[in-house]
């Protein structure tokens, strides 16, 4: 579990990057989970967007996509979700 310093931390640098994948209709799906799964292990620190034709709510599928990828839900703002997992090969995020 992250601290409130560490989540502060990780905001601030989750500010500045782009969503790089969306969740529309299709909803979360092991093809997504695993996308997401890839793309922590390559950059530590990235940010999902719900889209308007999604069915599931924000919190349902930042609680799917963590609980499928062991992921940290950083923040969740407007329909944009950050998600935070240690990388095993390519570590790149020192947390205070």
Known sequence: MLTGKQKRYLRSKAHHIKPIL???KGGVNENLIKQVD???EARELI??????NCVENKEEVAHFISKGT???I???I??????????S???TIILP
């Open 78 to 87: 407007g329909n944009t979700i950050v998600f935070y997992k240690e990388s």
């Open 74 to 76: 950083v923040q969740i």
């Open 89 to 91: 090969e390519n570590k």
């Open 70 to 72: 062991q992921a940290e």
């Open 38 to 40: 890839d793309a922590l």
């Open 22 to 24: 969306q969740v529309g």
């Open 47 to 52: 940010k999902v967007s719900i889209l308007q």
